[in-house]
């Protein structure tokens, strides 16, 4: 039976419930499945929100306590919002690519719930480098960066999508549904979603210039969604849902050492 069409509004509060764990669910009940199809081309839109609690919780925190302490409250604060649903993806990625040398086996390790020792090694190492790049970045600046950066890195993600078929068999996918590839002209509309949803950066640089500092912050992590993509064509010649997980965590990540680089060298 065909599945009825999805308004954008059924699309918007299904992002809202897949990448958050927040109880939008109870406030909005008739969401269609097939507004799931849909979350990707709002997931920066969801950055709202995420995003949001990053740097607010950051900011609160910070006029009680040292930096060092504000960030893993900021840290743990998306966590909990999120659920680790990005962290889960990236530690299967890990775990997957690492341990798997066919793309039989690498699908298989990642639909396995079990961590195992890439998954644990890559979440830390991940997890060490984000908290210790955050540590050195100008504390004043932090909830722009830590904003900015999160919003961003699901924009650049997103467009995983468009280059990518699903790699594996609709009726595999672990939530269930697969996402909808945009095909000739909705790829333009798709694209133009995330440039539209990332407008609370736009607006916050305007009045605030003075933090965006150079432009290869806003550069790296279009390369390294591009590596990325490549890289996952290569070896599964697809993506799954915990490799949308890994690349935004991947690319939020190379933001910030980007961001971080440019201030050390200019410093020195």
Do not use: N
């Not at 299904?14 to 669910?25: D, G, Q, Y």
């Not at 097939?34 to 925190?61: C, I, M, N, P, Q």
């Not at 280059?163 to 697969?178: D, F, V, W």
Request: hydrophobic share 45%; glycine share 8%.
């Amino acid at each position: 039976m065909t599945q009825p069409q999805s308004t954008v509004s059924d699309r918007i509060w299904a992002a809202l419930m897949f990448f958050t764990r927040l109880p939008f669910w109870k406030i909005r009940k008739d969401v269609p499945q097939e507004a799931f199809r849909h979350v990707v081309e709002y997931w920066t839109l969801s950055g709202w929100l995420t995003g949001g609690t990053l740097a607010a919780s950051y900011w609160l925190s910070a006029r009680i306590f040292p930096t060092a302490i504000a960030l893993l409250i900021a840290l743990a604060a998306r966590l909990l919002l999120t659920g680790a649903l990005h962290e889960d993806g990236l530690a299967d990625f890990m775990d997957g690519f690492g341990g798997g040398h066919s793309r039989e086996r690498i699908l298989a390790i990642m639909k396995d719930s079990h961590i195992g020792t890439f998954g644990v090694l890559g979440l830390l190492l991940y997890l060490a480098l984000l908290y210790t790049t955050w540590l050195h970045l100008p504390p004043q600046y932090l909830p722009f960066y830590l904003f900015a950066g999160d919003l961003y890195a699901k924009a650049c993600s997103s467009f995983i999508i468009c280059r990518l078929p699903y790699a594996r068999r609709s009726e595999e996918a672990k939530i269930g549904t697969t996402y909808v590839r945009p095909h000739g002209r909705g790829i333009l509309s798709y694209l133009l979603r995330p440039l539209v949803q990332l407008f609370p950066v736009y607006l916050w640089s305007t009045f605030c210039p003075q933090q965006l500092l150079t432009i290869w912050p806003w550069l790296t992590p279009l390369l390294c969604v591009g590596l990325l993509i490549r890289y996952l064509r290569q070896r599964i010649q697809g993506y799954t849902g915990d490799c949308c997980g890994a690349v935004f965590l991947l690319t939020e990540l190379s933001f910030h050492l980007t961001l971080l680089a440019f201030i050390h060298s200019t410093v020195l």
